[in-house]
Structures are given as structure tokens and as C-alpha cells.
């Protein structure tokens, strides 16, 4: 949910960059002189030290700041929550974008109103995913099961606590946040779940079956999904990160502990719904 929340003091700035992106190395050298002329210590993706040899850098998992602002789309945004915790101003530089907040064109001026304060945080809910009792990188968007065959469905076995909730012959499952729903979920004709709502949605990916529907979960719930016949299938953790997944697997998802947070301008989910799909609700 988006609240209001103290200003923050930012000492310590990171920047991520898609470096082959045209023209994004010019406005990530702007926004390095400009958080340097503010007295922001700044910390530069280790991935494009090369083109910012007098910068600071560091992984990103190693950097430790105050705020991280990304210059890039969806799948740089994702890739940063998955490896830090800071807090995140999102600069789009991607085709869609739903998850960023200030378009490329006014990159300087939207930065130069977040170090001022002007902005509201937008806390997201994430989920936990355990391949076997183990973490996984927590998830803003969506946890993916899909089959690793083409044309090959997989059959699995869904359990929400000890009940079972559906065993599903599909080409894979999707477990989506409100964040994600609007994304690989809205695309398999899952339900749009306002960010307001503290639950979590798993829809079947081309069921083979007339009544597989969509199923809403609290987000309290703990799901637990197992292969029921041998087929491969991979884990996909908001598109950057897989793993291999087979009869003697079990994927569990809980809510993460922690939430993700964005500085944004505008708590307006719908209009950015309308934006950015292009689409009547």
C-alpha cells in the first residue's frame, strides 16, 4: 500500500543502468554530476564500471546506500529488489515500464523532486519462495512454475496448509502479488487485484480443462506445489532467476517478511493502470 511516511535523508545514492541502451550512459553520467553537486556520495553498478572509471562501484548486493535509482525497465527494476533492500526511484527507460515512476525525457527534474522530499513511499508486498525449505530471492511480481518442454504440460498438485486446493494438467502455474497481477497474470486472463488488498493470485497457465479458474489467496496463506508425474519444469522468479524443478521438488510461497519500497509521486494505482496498458476497467 502507498502511505505517507518522514522524509529521508539521502547521504548514500547507488545507480543501476542498462549500459546498451542508447543514451542512457549520458543520462547516467548527468545524474552522477548531479547527485554529486548535491553532496550525495554516489555508488555505480559494478556491471558498468568501465564506462564510469572515476566512480565509485560496487555489486549491487554490496551497495550500501540510502537509494537506489535505476535507469532501465521492468527487468532492471525486478533484478535490483531481488539483491537489495534500499529503497527504489525508478527512471524508465524500458517499453512499458509499469513499475517505474518518471519517464526518461524529465529523468533530472523527477530526481531533483525526490531529494527534495516531494514524493510518497509505495510499500509492495513480496513473496517468499522455497524450492525444498530453502530461500529463494523473494519475489515482487510473480513466482513462475512452467513446463521445460515444449508442448508437454506438466501435472501438479496444489496445497494451500494440509488442504488440497486443485491438481492442474497445464503448461505451468503463475503465483502473482497485486504488483504482478497486472502483469504475466493479466496476460493468462487472471484477475487485476488491487495493491490495497493483502493477498496473492495463482493462475493456471493453459489449463487442459473447462473449469481451472484463477484462485485468490490471503496473503497469509502457505502454498505448497508438487509434481505429481515426472515432466521437467523450471522455477522462474520474476523473469531474472531459474531453477530446475522435478518429481521429488516441492515449491512452497509465503509472503516475504519484508515489502519492497518505492518512491513515487502519485499513489493513483488506476491511472497508472490506464497508462500504461492502455485498457478500460
Not at 535509482?69 to 526511484?89: E, K, S
Not at 516475504?256 to 493502470?273: E, G, I, N, P, T
Request: glycine letters at 6%; one cysteine or more.
Amino acid at each position: 500500500m502507498t502511505a505517507r511516511s518522514p522524509r529521508r535523508r539521502f547521504k548514500r545514492v547507488g545507480l543501476v543502468l542498462k549500459a546498451y541502451t542508447k543514451g542512457l550512459v549520458d543520462h547516467g553520467a548527468l545524474i552522477i554530476r548531479q547527485l554529486e553537486r548535491a553532496g550525495i556520495e554516489v555508488t555505480v553498478d559494478e556491471n558498468v564500471a568501465a564506462i564510469f572509471p572515476k566512480e565509485r562501484t560496487a555489486q549491487v548486493h554490496d551497495m550500501k546506500v540510502d537509494l537506489i535509482v535505476t535507469l532501465g525497465g521492468d527487468g532492471t527494476i525486478l533484478r535490483v529488489l531481488q539483491q537489495n533492500p534500499a529503497p527504489l526511484f525508478a527512471i524508465n527507460a524500458g517499453i512499458m515500464g509499469f513499475l517505474a515512476e518518471a519517464p526518461l525525457a524529465r529523468a533530472e527534474e523527477s530526481l531533483a523532486r525526490i531529494l527534495k522530499g516531494d514524493y510518497v513511499e509505495d510499500r509492495k508486498m513480496r513473496l517468499q519462495p522455497k524450492l525444498n525449505g530453502k530461500n529463494l530471492p523473494a519475489c515482487v511480481n510473480e513466482v513462475v512454475l512452467h513446463t521445460s518442454s515444449v508442448a508437454k504440460m506438466i501435472h501438479l498438485e496444489v496445497m494451500r496448509e494440509a488442504n488440497l486446493v486443485h491438481r492442474y494438467r497445464a503448461d505451468g502455474l503463475i503465483i502473482a502479488t497485486p504488483t504482478g497481477s497486472t502483469s504475466y497474470n493479466l496476460s493468462v486472463g487472471g484477475p487485476i487485484i488491487d495493491p490495497d488488498v493483502e493477498a496473492f493470485v495463482l493462475s493456471p497457465i493453459a489449463p487442459f480443462t473447462l473449469s481451472s479458474r484463477p484462485i485468490v489467496f490471503p496473503a497469509k496463506s502457505h502454498v505448497e506445489v508438487r509434481m505429481v508425474a515426472d515432466r521437467p519444469a523450471t522455477v522462474v522468479l520474476d523473469g531474472q532467476i531459474e531453477r530446475p524443478f522435478g518429481i521429488d521438488d516441492a515449491l512452497s510461497v509465503t509472503r516475504a517478511r519484508s515489502d519492497a519500497v518505492f518512491l513515487r509521486f502519485s499513489r493513483d494505482f488506476y491511472k497508472r493502470l490506464h497508462e500504461k496498458h492502455a485498457i478500460s476497467i
